[in-house]
């Protein structure tokens, strides 16, 4: 499942518009909205799995 969730965001990460998005803003807020993002993912796969 985690596993299944870094893919995903690898995914994310490599898309335009994150990149451009992270260039607006500084470390800690990148690293609190990965976080963000992981948690998302890692729901979503759940609610997925769980259906």
Do not use: H, V
């Not at 990149?19 to 909205?33: H, S």
């Amino acid at each position: 499942m985690i596993l299944e969730a870094q893919k995903r965001l690898n995914r994310i990460t490599r898309a335009k518009p994150y990149k451009y998005a992270m260039r607006q803003c500084g470390q800690e807020r990148r690293r609190f909205i990965r976080a963000a993002l992981m948690a998302k993912l890692l729901n979503d796969i759940y609610d997925e799995w769980s259906a």
